[in-house]
Protein backbone atom coordinates (compact mmCIF):
# COMPACT_ATOMS: atom_id res chain seq x y z
CA UNK A 1 0.00 0.00 0.00
CA UNK A 2 1.16 3.37 -1.25
CA UNK A 3 1.60 6.54 0.84
CA UNK A 4 -0.74 8.49 -0.99
CA UNK A 5 -3.69 5.41 -0.75
CA UNK A 6 -6.49 6.59 0.56
CA UNK A 7 -7.19 4.01 3.87
CA UNK A 8 -10.18 6.15 5.59
CA UNK A 9 -13.04 3.42 6.03
CA UNK A 10 -16.00 3.58 3.82
CA UNK A 11 -19.01 5.09 5.05
CA UNK A 12 -21.78 2.72 7.09
CA UNK A 13 -25.41 2.77 5.00
CA UNK A 14 -28.02 4.26 6.75
CA UNK A 15 -30.15 2.51 9.10
CA UNK A 16 -33.56 1.24 7.55
CA UNK A 17 -36.14 3.70 8.45
CA UNK A 18 -38.22 1.07 10.46
CA UNK A 19 -34.81 -0.52 12.28
CA UNK A 20 -35.20 -0.79 15.94
CA UNK A 21 -32.73 1.66 17.71
CA UNK A 22 -29.28 0.01 18.77
CA UNK A 23 -29.45 -0.55 22.37
CA UNK A 24 -26.55 0.90 24.27
CA UNK A 25 -25.35 -1.47 27.39
CA UNK A 26 -24.28 2.57 28.84
CA UNK A 27 -28.02 2.96 29.61
CA UNK A 28 -27.81 0.75 32.58
CA UNK A 29 -25.39 3.33 34.28
CA UNK A 30 -27.88 6.36 33.69
CA UNK A 31 -28.22 8.85 36.41
CA UNK A 32 -31.94 7.77 36.84
CA UNK A 33 -30.78 3.71 36.96
CA UNK A 34 -27.75 4.65 39.16
CA UNK A 35 -29.94 6.21 41.65
CA UNK A 36 -32.65 3.16 41.06
CA UNK A 37 -29.44 0.84 42.19
CA UNK A 38 -28.92 3.06 45.20
CA UNK A 39 -32.19 3.06 46.55
CA UNK A 40 -32.94 -0.60 46.11
CA UNK A 41 -29.81 -1.52 47.56
CA UNK A 42 -30.15 1.03 50.63
CA UNK A 43 -33.88 -0.90 51.06
CA UNK A 44 -32.05 -4.34 50.85
CA UNK A 45 -29.46 -3.99 53.77
CA UNK A 46 -32.31 -1.38 55.68
CA UNK A 47 -35.53 -3.76 55.45
CA UNK A 48 -34.63 -7.04 54.29
CA UNK A 49 -30.95 -7.81 55.23
CA UNK A 50 -31.17 -7.85 59.47
CA UNK A 51 -34.67 -9.95 59.12
CA UNK A 52 -33.64 -12.58 56.20
CA UNK A 53 -32.95 -15.22 58.00
CA UNK A 54 -35.90 -15.08 60.31
CA UNK A 55 -37.85 -15.09 57.27
CA UNK A 56 -35.79 -18.10 56.05
CA UNK A 57 -36.51 -20.45 59.11
CA UNK A 58 -40.41 -19.20 58.81
CA UNK A 59 -40.79 -20.58 55.53
CA UNK A 60 -42.14 -16.57 53.64
CA UNK A 61 -41.52 -13.40 53.96
CA UNK A 62 -44.16 -11.19 55.91
CA UNK A 63 -47.10 -9.58 53.33
CA UNK A 64 -45.68 -5.34 54.79
CA UNK A 65 -42.47 -6.10 52.90
CA UNK A 66 -44.79 -6.30 50.02
CA UNK A 67 -46.00 -2.78 50.79
CA UNK A 68 -42.85 -0.99 51.96
CA UNK A 69 -41.39 -2.32 48.12
CA UNK A 70 -44.82 -0.94 46.77
CA UNK A 71 -44.21 2.85 48.08
CA UNK A 72 -40.48 2.61 46.67
CA UNK A 73 -41.99 1.84 43.34
CA UNK A 74 -40.09 -1.04 43.03
CA UNK A 75 -43.46 -3.26 42.21
CA UNK A 76 -44.60 -1.64 39.84
CA UNK A 77 -41.51 -0.82 37.44
CA UNK A 78 -41.85 -2.25 34.45
CA UNK A 79 -45.69 -1.29 34.29
CA UNK A 80 -47.74 1.42 32.99
CA UNK A 81 -49.07 3.88 35.04
CA UNK A 82 -52.19 3.56 34.03
CA UNK A 83 -52.40 0.11 35.16
CA UNK A 84 -50.80 1.30 38.65
CA UNK A 85 -47.46 0.77 37.87
CA UNK A 86 -44.34 3.17 37.57
CA UNK A 87 -43.27 2.72 34.34
CA UNK A 88 -39.45 1.30 32.92
CA UNK A 89 -38.69 -1.11 30.65
CA UNK A 90 -36.57 -4.47 31.21
CA UNK A 91 -33.57 -3.02 32.09
CA UNK A 92 -34.51 -1.26 35.04
CA UNK A 93 -36.31 -4.88 36.12
CA UNK A 94 -32.95 -5.98 35.65
CA UNK A 95 -30.86 -3.14 37.67
CA UNK A 96 -33.51 -3.59 40.76
CA UNK A 97 -32.23 -7.64 40.51
CA UNK A 98 -29.32 -7.20 40.85
CA UNK A 99 -28.89 -4.33 43.28
CA UNK A 100 -31.13 -6.91 45.71
CA UNK A 101 -29.29 -10.42 44.84
CA UNK A 102 -26.11 -8.44 45.23
CA UNK A 103 -26.73 -6.12 48.74
CA UNK A 104 -27.37 -9.44 50.83
CA UNK A 105 -30.83 -10.58 49.60
CA UNK A 106 -31.68 -14.14 48.49
CA UNK A 107 -32.95 -15.91 45.52
CA UNK A 108 -35.89 -16.80 47.31
CA UNK A 109 -36.67 -13.68 48.80
CA UNK A 110 -36.28 -12.32 45.07
CA UNK A 111 -38.90 -15.49 43.98
CA UNK A 112 -41.46 -14.67 46.96
CA UNK A 113 -41.60 -10.92 46.81
CA UNK A 114 -42.05 -10.49 42.60
CA UNK A 115 -43.82 -13.34 42.33
CA UNK A 116 -46.41 -11.68 40.46
CA UNK A 117 -44.00 -10.84 37.66
CA UNK A 118 -44.93 -13.93 36.39
CA UNK A 119 -48.56 -13.75 36.81
CA UNK A 120 -49.66 -10.05 36.57
CA UNK A 121 -48.28 -9.39 33.29
CA UNK A 122 -50.73 -11.70 31.78
CA UNK A 123 -53.95 -9.88 33.56
CA UNK A 124 -52.69 -6.82 32.16
CA UNK A 125 -52.66 -8.48 28.50
CA UNK A 126 -56.43 -9.10 29.24
CA UNK A 127 -57.12 -6.03 30.74
CA UNK A 128 -55.74 -3.89 27.69
CA UNK A 129 -57.52 -6.48 25.19
CA UNK A 130 -60.52 -5.43 26.91
CA UNK A 131 -60.44 -1.65 26.58
CA UNK A 132 -59.64 -1.93 22.89
CA UNK A 133 -62.20 -3.63 22.28
CA UNK A 134 -64.71 -1.33 24.09
CA UNK A 135 -65.44 -3.89 26.95
CA UNK A 136 -64.17 -0.85 29.83
CA UNK A 137 -66.04 -2.63 32.72
CA UNK A 138 -64.12 -6.09 32.34
CA UNK A 139 -60.95 -4.01 31.80
CA UNK A 140 -61.58 -1.86 35.00
CA UNK A 141 -62.96 -4.65 36.86
CA UNK A 142 -59.44 -7.06 36.07
CA UNK A 143 -57.00 -4.16 37.36
CA UNK A 144 -58.91 -3.07 40.21
CA UNK A 145 -59.81 -6.58 41.53
CA UNK A 146 -56.11 -7.61 40.92
CA UNK A 147 -53.58 -5.42 39.11
CA UNK A 148 -53.63 -2.46 41.18
CA UNK A 149 -53.62 -3.62 44.57
CA UNK A 150 -51.02 -6.42 43.61
CA UNK A 151 -48.64 -3.80 42.61
CA UNK A 152 -49.69 -1.83 45.62
CA UNK A 153 -48.44 -4.57 47.83
CA UNK A 154 -51.66 -5.38 49.43
CA UNK A 155 -52.11 -8.42 47.61
CA UNK A 156 -50.10 -11.06 46.11
CA UNK A 157 -50.17 -13.39 42.53
CA UNK A 158 -48.86 -16.73 41.78
CA UNK A 159 -48.45 -18.23 38.19
CA UNK A 160 -50.00 -21.85 38.44
CA UNK A 161 -48.71 -24.44 35.31
CA UNK A 162 -46.89 -26.73 36.88
CA UNK A 163 -48.55 -30.16 37.60
CA UNK A 164 -47.69 -32.90 40.08
CA UNK A 165 -47.23 -35.28 36.80
CA UNK A 166 -46.14 -32.70 34.58
CA UNK A 167 -43.07 -30.43 34.75
CA UNK A 168 -41.52 -28.17 31.89
CA UNK A 169 -44.40 -30.08 29.54
CA UNK A 170 -46.80 -27.14 29.51
CA UNK A 171 -48.60 -28.55 26.34
CA UNK A 172 -49.91 -32.02 27.96
CA UNK A 173 -51.41 -30.31 31.19
CA UNK A 174 -54.37 -31.93 32.49
CA UNK A 175 -56.11 -29.35 34.60
CA UNK A 176 -59.66 -28.81 32.76
CA UNK A 177 -62.09 -25.71 32.65
CA UNK A 178 -65.85 -26.47 30.94
CA UNK A 179 -67.86 -23.48 30.26
CA UNK A 180 -70.78 -23.50 32.08
CA UNK A 181 -74.35 -21.41 31.68
CA UNK A 182 -76.68 -21.34 34.80
CA UNK A 183 -75.62 -22.37 38.08
CA UNK A 184 -77.61 -25.17 38.27
CA UNK A 185 -74.96 -26.85 34.73
CA UNK A 186 -72.12 -26.65 37.52
CA UNK A 187 -70.95 -30.51 37.43
CA UNK A 188 -71.97 -32.66 40.33
CA UNK A 189 -68.81 -34.37 41.36
CA UNK A 190 -68.54 -37.85 43.72
CA UNK A 191 -65.68 -38.29 46.20
CA UNK A 192 -63.71 -40.12 43.38
CA UNK A 193 -63.61 -37.54 41.21
CA UNK A 194 -62.50 -35.16 43.68
CA UNK A 195 -59.44 -37.29 44.63
CA UNK A 196 -59.09 -37.35 40.64
CA UNK A 197 -58.88 -33.34 40.48
CA UNK A 198 -56.35 -33.33 43.53
CA UNK A 199 -54.33 -35.86 42.03
CA UNK A 200 -54.66 -33.45 38.58
CA UNK A 201 -56.22 -36.17 36.67
CA UNK A 202 -58.78 -33.97 35.79
CA UNK A 203 -60.22 -36.09 32.70
CA UNK A 204 -63.26 -37.42 34.83
CA UNK A 205 -66.20 -35.76 36.21
CA UNK A 206 -66.25 -32.30 34.08
CA UNK A 207 -63.70 -33.11 31.34
CA UNK A 208 -66.31 -32.80 28.67
CA UNK A 209 -65.46 -29.47 27.95
CA UNK A 210 -65.68 -26.85 24.70
CA UNK A 211 -63.95 -27.97 21.96
CA UNK A 212 -60.65 -25.74 20.81
CA UNK A 213 -63.25 -23.76 18.15
CA UNK A 214 -66.00 -23.28 21.21
CA UNK A 215 -65.57 -19.77 21.70
CA UNK A 216 -69.48 -18.42 22.70
CA UNK A 217 -69.26 -16.51 26.03
CA UNK A 218 -71.38 -18.11 28.85
CA UNK A 219 -71.94 -16.76 32.33
CA UNK A 220 -68.38 -18.48 33.50
CA UNK A 221 -65.88 -21.60 33.77
CA UNK A 222 -65.80 -24.64 36.09
CA UNK A 223 -62.31 -25.77 36.80
CA UNK A 224 -60.97 -28.99 37.94
CA UNK A 225 -57.40 -30.31 38.49
CA UNK A 226 -54.34 -29.56 40.58
CA UNK A 227 -51.01 -27.92 40.01
CA UNK A 228 -47.68 -27.96 41.83
CA UNK A 229 -44.09 -26.48 42.52
CA UNK A 230 -46.31 -23.24 43.02
CA UNK A 231 -44.23 -20.01 44.08
CA UNK A 232 -45.85 -18.04 46.40
CA UNK A 233 -48.84 -20.54 46.06
CA UNK A 234 -49.22 -20.16 50.00
CA UNK A 235 -49.89 -16.55 50.47
CA UNK A 236 -51.45 -15.96 46.80
CA UNK A 237 -54.76 -14.03 46.71
CA UNK A 238 -55.18 -14.41 43.11
CA UNK A 239 -53.02 -17.39 40.62
CA UNK A 240 -53.16 -17.44 36.94
CA UNK A 241 -54.20 -20.92 36.16
CA UNK A 242 -53.37 -22.65 32.62
CA UNK A 243 -56.17 -24.97 32.73
CA UNK A 244 -57.56 -27.41 29.39
CA UNK A 245 -60.69 -25.87 27.93
CA UNK A 246 -60.37 -27.21 24.26
CA UNK A 247 -58.33 -30.67 22.88
CA UNK A 248 -54.91 -32.27 23.19
CA UNK A 249 -51.69 -29.84 22.50
CA UNK A 250 -50.79 -26.12 22.75
CA UNK A 251 -54.12 -25.30 21.47
CA UNK A 252 -56.40 -26.41 24.06
CA UNK A 253 -54.73 -24.02 26.81
CA UNK A 254 -56.28 -21.16 28.57
CA UNK A 255 -55.27 -18.99 31.30
CA UNK A 256 -57.63 -18.30 33.65
CA UNK A 257 -57.76 -15.32 37.32
CA UNK A 258 -58.48 -17.43 39.96
CA UNK A 259 -59.61 -15.71 42.91
CA UNK A 260 -57.66 -18.30 45.93
CA UNK A 261 -60.88 -17.39 48.08
CA UNK A 262 -63.36 -19.70 45.86
CA UNK A 263 -64.83 -22.34 46.94
CA UNK A 264 -62.89 -25.53 45.80
CA UNK A 265 -59.86 -23.52 45.62
CA UNK A 266 -57.41 -25.28 48.07
CA UNK A 267 -53.73 -25.02 48.97
CA UNK A 268 -52.85 -28.66 49.80
CA UNK A 269 -49.78 -28.61 50.71
CA UNK A 270 -46.48 -26.16 51.68
CA UNK A 271 -43.69 -28.44 50.47
CA UNK A 272 -40.35 -28.03 52.05
CA UNK A 273 -37.02 -27.23 49.25
CA UNK A 274 -33.73 -27.55 49.28
CA UNK A 275 -33.60 -23.61 49.20
CA UNK A 276 -35.47 -20.69 48.62
CA UNK A 277 -36.54 -21.25 52.31
CA UNK A 278 -38.44 -17.88 53.02
CA UNK A 279 -40.17 -18.57 49.52
CA UNK A 280 -43.65 -20.03 50.30
CA UNK A 281 -43.84 -23.19 47.41
CA UNK A 282 -47.19 -25.37 47.79
CA UNK A 283 -49.35 -27.69 45.70
CA UNK A 284 -52.91 -26.63 44.84
CA UNK A 285 -55.99 -28.50 44.23
CA UNK A 286 -59.16 -27.29 42.18
CA UNK A 287 -62.97 -29.03 42.46
CA UNK A 288 -65.08 -27.22 40.77
CA UNK A 289 -63.81 -24.04 41.00
CA UNK A 290 -66.45 -21.50 39.34
CA UNK A 291 -64.99 -18.10 38.07
CA UNK A 292 -67.08 -15.65 36.16
CA UNK A 293 -65.59 -15.51 32.04
CA UNK A 294 -64.20 -12.08 32.73
CA UNK A 295 -61.66 -14.59 34.56
CA UNK A 296 -60.81 -15.87 30.98
CA UNK A 297 -57.69 -14.09 30.31
CA UNK A 298 -56.66 -15.25 26.86
CA UNK A 299 -58.25 -13.51 24.17
CA UNK A 300 -60.36 -17.09 23.33
CA UNK A 301 -60.54 -20.10 24.71
CA UNK A 302 -57.53 -21.69 23.44
CA UNK A 303 -54.63 -19.00 23.52
CA UNK A 304 -53.19 -19.16 27.06
CA UNK A 305 -49.78 -21.37 25.27
CA UNK A 306 -49.20 -18.21 23.07
CA UNK A 307 -49.20 -15.98 26.09
CA UNK A 308 -47.39 -18.08 28.21
CA UNK A 309 -44.58 -18.76 25.66
CA UNK A 310 -44.28 -14.49 24.87
CA UNK A 311 -43.91 -14.17 28.86
CA UNK A 312 -41.46 -17.07 29.38
CA UNK A 313 -38.62 -14.85 27.57
CA UNK A 314 -38.89 -12.26 30.24
CA UNK A 315 -39.19 -14.87 33.12
CA UNK A 316 -35.66 -16.26 31.69
CA UNK A 317 -34.44 -13.51 31.63
CA UNK A 318 -35.15 -12.61 34.73
CA UNK A 319 -33.60 -15.94 35.78
CA UNK A 320 -30.35 -15.18 34.02
CA UNK A 321 -29.67 -11.65 36.03
CA UNK A 322 -30.77 -13.66 39.47
CA UNK A 323 -27.99 -16.28 38.27
CA UNK A 324 -25.12 -14.06 37.50
CA UNK A 325 -25.98 -11.17 40.46
CA UNK A 326 -26.07 -14.45 42.84
CA UNK A 327 -22.49 -15.60 41.44
CA UNK A 328 -21.47 -11.91 41.90
CA UNK A 329 -22.33 -11.66 45.77
CA UNK A 330 -20.56 -14.85 46.64
CA UNK A 331 -17.39 -13.68 44.61
CA UNK A 332 -17.28 -10.71 46.48
CA UNK A 333 -18.09 -12.34 50.01
CA UNK A 334 -15.35 -14.62 48.71
CA UNK A 335 -12.49 -12.05 48.00
CA UNK A 336 -13.45 -10.21 51.65
CA UNK A 337 -13.27 -14.06 53.15
CA UNK A 338 -10.02 -14.78 51.19
CA UNK A 339 -7.97 -11.47 52.39
CA UNK A 340 -8.84 -11.88 56.15
CA UNK A 341 -8.73 -15.89 56.32
CA UNK A 342 -5.09 -16.83 57.26
CA UNK A 343 -3.87 -20.16 56.49
CA UNK A 344 -0.43 -21.10 57.32
CA UNK A 345 1.12 -17.38 58.02
CA UNK A 346 -0.58 -15.25 55.16
CA UNK A 347 -3.87 -14.33 53.61
CA UNK A 348 -5.27 -17.24 51.08
CA UNK A 349 -5.50 -14.60 48.92
CA UNK A 350 -1.71 -14.24 48.59
CA UNK A 351 -1.50 -17.67 47.28
CA UNK A 352 -1.71 -18.15 43.18
CA UNK A 353 -4.31 -21.12 43.12
CA UNK A 354 -6.99 -18.89 45.08
CA UNK A 355 -6.39 -15.69 42.91
CA UNK A 356 -6.59 -17.67 39.70
CA UNK A 357 -9.81 -19.38 40.90
CA UNK A 358 -11.19 -16.01 41.65
CA UNK A 359 -10.52 -14.74 38.05
CA UNK A 360 -12.21 -17.69 36.72
CA UNK A 361 -15.55 -17.32 38.69
CA UNK A 362 -14.54 -13.40 37.70
CA UNK A 363 -14.67 -14.16 34.31
CA UNK A 364 -17.80 -16.53 33.83
CA UNK A 365 -19.90 -13.71 35.67
CA UNK A 366 -18.39 -10.88 33.23
CA UNK A 367 -19.68 -13.04 30.00
CA UNK A 368 -22.76 -14.24 31.53
CA UNK A 369 -23.67 -10.31 32.85
CA UNK A 370 -22.68 -8.94 29.97
CA UNK A 371 -24.89 -11.27 27.46
CA UNK A 372 -27.79 -10.97 30.09
CA UNK A 373 -27.72 -7.33 29.88
CA UNK A 374 -27.37 -6.96 25.98
CA UNK A 375 -30.14 -9.40 25.74
CA UNK A 376 -32.70 -6.94 28.44
CA UNK A 377 -31.88 -4.35 26.67
CA UNK A 378 -32.60 -5.54 23.15
CA UNK A 379 -36.05 -6.54 24.27
CA UNK A 380 -36.29 -3.23 26.21
CA UNK A 381 -36.07 -1.83 22.29
CA UNK A 382 -38.72 -4.02 21.20
CA UNK A 383 -37.17 -7.03 19.43
CA UNK A 384 -37.69 -10.88 20.10
CA UNK A 385 -35.60 -12.06 22.48
CA UNK A 386 -36.78 -15.91 22.85
CA UNK A 387 -34.14 -18.02 22.03
CA UNK A 388 -31.36 -15.47 23.33
CA UNK A 389 -33.22 -15.13 26.26
CA UNK A 390 -32.80 -18.97 26.64
CA UNK A 391 -29.12 -18.71 26.10
CA UNK A 392 -28.43 -16.20 28.49
CA UNK A 393 -30.31 -18.06 31.10
CA UNK A 394 -28.27 -21.18 30.37
CA UNK A 395 -25.39 -18.95 30.38
CA UNK A 396 -25.83 -17.91 33.38
CA UNK A 397 -27.00 -20.57 35.81
CA UNK A 398 -24.00 -22.42 34.52
CA UNK A 399 -21.52 -19.70 35.36
CA UNK A 400 -23.81 -19.47 39.03
CA UNK A 401 -23.08 -23.46 39.27
CA UNK A 402 -19.50 -22.49 39.18
CA UNK A 403 -19.55 -19.79 41.39
CA UNK A 404 -21.60 -20.97 44.34
CA UNK A 405 -19.50 -24.41 44.44
CA UNK A 406 -16.42 -22.62 44.55
CA UNK A 407 -16.97 -19.94 47.02
CA UNK A 408 -18.29 -22.70 49.49
CA UNK A 409 -14.75 -24.64 48.97
CA UNK A 410 -12.98 -21.08 49.52
CA UNK A 411 -14.70 -20.69 52.54
CA UNK A 412 -14.10 -24.25 53.98
CA UNK A 413 -15.58 -25.36 56.93
CA UNK A 414 -17.60 -21.82 57.36
CA UNK A 415 -19.01 -22.39 54.03
CA UNK A 416 -20.65 -25.66 54.91
CA UNK A 417 -22.26 -24.24 57.93
CA UNK A 418 -25.88 -23.43 57.87
CA UNK A 419 -26.71 -19.46 57.84
CA UNK A 420 -23.72 -18.52 56.10
CA UNK A 421 -24.04 -17.01 53.28
CA UNK A 422 -22.61 -18.46 50.70
CA UNK A 423 -23.96 -21.93 52.04
CA UNK A 424 -27.87 -20.26 51.25
CA UNK A 425 -26.80 -18.91 48.05
CA UNK A 426 -25.37 -22.47 47.27
CA UNK A 427 -28.88 -23.64 48.18
CA UNK A 428 -31.17 -21.47 46.62
CA UNK A 429 -29.33 -21.22 43.03
CA UNK A 430 -29.71 -25.17 42.30
CA UNK A 431 -33.71 -24.44 41.26
CA UNK A 432 -32.28 -21.42 38.37
CA UNK A 433 -31.33 -24.58 36.23
CA UNK A 434 -34.77 -25.83 37.06
CA UNK A 435 -37.67 -22.65 37.39
CA UNK A 436 -38.33 -21.38 33.76
CA UNK A 437 -37.44 -24.40 32.14
CA UNK A 438 -35.23 -26.87 32.90
CA UNK A 439 -31.62 -26.38 31.29
CA UNK A 440 -32.18 -29.87 29.15
CA UNK A 441 -35.50 -28.80 27.69
CA UNK A 442 -34.62 -25.17 27.18
CA UNK A 443 -31.46 -26.71 25.42
CA UNK A 444 -33.58 -28.96 23.17
CA UNK A 445 -36.09 -25.61 22.56
CA UNK A 446 -32.81 -23.79 21.79
CA UNK A 447 -32.40 -26.40 18.59
CA UNK A 448 -35.55 -25.79 17.77
CA UNK A 449 -35.35 -22.41 17.23
CA UNK A 450 -32.02 -22.34 15.62
CA UNK A 451 -34.06 -25.15 13.22
CA UNK A 452 -31.66 -28.22 14.34
Not at 30 to 57: K, M, N, Y
Not at 63 to 89: C, D, F, K, M, T
Not at 199 to 210: I, L, P
Amino acid sequence: MGDNDDISPAPLPEPAQDSPPTPQLGSFDSPERTALADLTADFTRREIVPELQGWEDRGEIPRSLHRLAAQLGLLGINYPEEVGGVGGSSIDVTVVTEAILTSGGSGGLFAGLFSHGIAIPHIVDAATRARSTGDLATAELLLDTWVRPVLAGEKVAALGVTEPDGGSDVASLRTRAVQVGKSSDTPDHSDRTRESARRGDSDSGSSSGTSSGDSAIGSGWVINGAKTYITSGARADVVVIAARTGGPGASGVALFAVDTSLPGFEVTRRLNKMGWHCSDTAELSLVDVRVPHSALLTPDAGGGFASLARHFAIERLSLATMAYSTAQRCLDLTVDWTRSRETFGRPLLQRQVVRHNLVEMHRQIEVARTYARSVAARNAHGEGVLLEAILAKNTAVAACDYVVDQAVQLHGGMGYIHGTEVERHYRDSKVLAIGGGATEVMNDLAAKLLGW
